[in-house]
């Protein structure tokens, strides 16, 4: 008799999880999930899609600066390389993931 006393003692002997401690518990770790997706991974998507918009919004004639920190004009655009000129009679071929940013674009617009 006292044995079953102990097999019915607290949480019912069931084992289940699913009460309310376990919802409780839960909380500061969905919390924390969601903290670290406001801060971090949706800003990140805000600037890779940003980022992705410009490149494709590449004409000839704009003004860039690479991932190095060459800044050229635009001659050339083919689907994944852009030719740039750096110099007088200096062109370099790119790959358009290697721009960084738009200086300028031929209408004299600035983006920065």
Do not use: C
């Not at 971090?40 to 190095?68: C, F, H, W, Y």
């Amino acid at each position: 008799m006292i044995q079953d006393a102990f097999a019915m003692g607290p949480g019912g002997g069931g084992g289940d999880a699913s009460g309310p401690g376990f919802l409780i518990s839960m909380i500061p770790i969905l919390l924390m999930f969601a903290i670290i997706y406001l801060l971090l991974i949706r800003p990140q998507q805000k600037r890779q899609r940003e980022q992705q918009a410009m490149l494709d919004s590449l004409q000839n004639g704009d003004k860039v600066v690479t991932q190095g920190g060459i800044i050229g004009v635009i001659t050339g655009l083919k689907s994944d390389v852009v030719t740039v000129r750096i110099a007088d009679d200096v062109r370099v071929d790119l790959q358009r993931s290697a721009i960084s940013r738009l200086i300028s674009s031929k209408k004299g617009n600035k983006e920065e």
